[in-house]
């Protein structure tokens, strides 16, 4: 959410990064500005008659000690009407704060100077690649027609159990999952991110505090009896540890890392790219998030794009980072880089990883704050990253490692498979 003083202060500029994420409504920031100055306005006046009361009640209770009884009573006659007066204040103030919080949530986060303009992916800028596509042999096939050859992922079986987008994995394929989710964990621990074991439900609040609410809840599994949701990404549950906490400067910054499943609907997606395992409703990832310093933020981005690169390259995947244009950024996101990987039987680059920073937009949901050395308190700035999701990854190494002998499992996966083919 951004910081209604500054929406205040900087209006025009406002208007003009609003501009570059292509948000419509732009008339909600005049609107903000308006409400805010009758918040202002009617907080003001009634400030002014409670102190006015104040001041009444006692100037009576020094003429009563007095016994000035009867001028006691012309003053308390005069301030009868302050009690109604300020409630009505009161109760106006509320309904006028209730309209600003409702418009001021609809406004996205405002991207970063260094955003391309663009409306949608193909206006994403190519910031870097790495690593070389390989070359296939004829018989080359997709994953999805991998998958059955091997026996290793039963997508009917998933079907059956609960519906599309719900894989089950077997054997090997089991096994290799498995293997995945280790070595990003353990690859996160050896560069200081703490591991945590989170909820995969969380509750409104959670979901409104990282911005997942009101912007995605068609995109998320709610579970309405009990008002909660199924995660759409760790980050939620893990951002959300400090949620309302007031953290030390010194613990800056603060890294965690956590694995869970991951729920989306995807609503509305169909067609050849989300075939097989390229978009699923139930997936695993490793998330790594970050909170820090104001100062520190884009260096911390920096170096989270620069963890999931050097992920790719022990995998020995064929990746390529973007710098998403306006157009094509989340609702809550300042700047953001997908880091996609090559998948030589499609034929196409496939996104593996979001690495983002949100300045202060969920820290000032979240209410997760530090004294400064001013003594001032003062937002955080949160980050996080894929680190990384798993069935892109899987259906890239399928993919590109299918040989006469199977599928060969990069070495730095080995010690964590047990096995050096899938076959």
């Not at 950024?329 to 998948?343: I, P």
């Amino acid at each position: 959410m951004l910081q209604l003083n500054y929406i205040r202060e900087n209006r025009d500029k406002v208007i003009e990064r609003l501009g570059v994420k292509n948000f419509k409504e732009i008339g909600l920031v005049d609107e903000i500005i308006t409400l805010d100055e009758q918040r202002r306005k009617i907080q003001s006046e009634s400030d002014a008659l409670s102190a006015e009361a104040n001041s009444s009640a006692k100037k009576i209770g020094e003429l009563m000690r007095q016994g000035k009884k009867e001028e006691a009573e012309a003053v308390k006659s005069q301030s009868s009407g302050y009690k109604e007066q300020i409630k009505s204040l009161t109760d106006h103030l509320d309904r006028v704060e209730q309209d600003l919080n409702a418009k001021i949530v609809q406004l996205p986060n405002l991207p970063h100077t260094t955003v391309p303009a663009g409306v949608s992916a193909d206006d994403n800028e190519v910031v870097l690649e790495n690593g070389t596509i390989p070359t296939l042999a004829d018989d080359a096939v997709s994953h999805w027609d991998l998958l059955t050859k091997y026996g290793i992922v039963d997508l009917e079986l998933g079907v059956k159990v609960t519906g599309a987008g719900f894989p089950v994995y077997k054997g090997k394929g089991a096994r290799l999952q498995r293997a995945l989710i280790n070595f990003f964990l353990d690859e996160a621990a050896k560069v200081g991110y703490e591991e945590v074991q989170v909820p995969i439900m969380v509750n409104e609040a959670s979901a409104f505090a990282t911005g997942q609410l009101p912007d995605k809840e068609g995109q998320m599994y709610h579970v309405t009896h009990d008002d909660l949701y199924l995660i759409p990404t760790a980050e939620v549950p893990v951002t959300n540890i400090y949620r309302d906490v007031i953290v030390k400067e010194e613990q800056f910054p603060i890294r965690h890392c956590a694995y869970t499943p991951c729920f989306r609907r995807e609503a509305g997606s169909y067609g050849a790219h989300v075939r097989g395992l390229n978009r699923l409703h139930q997936f695993d990832k490793v998330e790594t998030v970050q909170i820090v310093h104001p100062d520190r933020s884009y260096d911390a981005l920096e170096e989270m794009n620069t963890y999931v690169q050097g992920l790719l390259q022990k995998l020995e995947l064929p990746y390529r980072v973007l710098r998403l244009c306006g157009g094509d950024m989340s609702f809550t996101a300042a700047l953001t880089y997908d880091l996609e990987v090559y998948s030589a039987a499609q034929k196409r680059w496939l996104e593996v990883s979001s690495v983002s920073n949100f300045e202060t937009y969920q820290s000032n949901r979240l209410k997760v704050r530090f004294k400064n050395q001013e003594g001032k308190m003062q937002l955080a700035h949160t980050l996080n990253g894929s680190a990384l999701a798993l069935p892109r990854i899987v259906a890239s190494l399928l993919e590109n490692n299918q040989t006469d002998k199977g599928i060969k499992i990069p070495k730095v996966l080995i010690p964590y498979t047990g096995f050096e083919y899938i076959d």
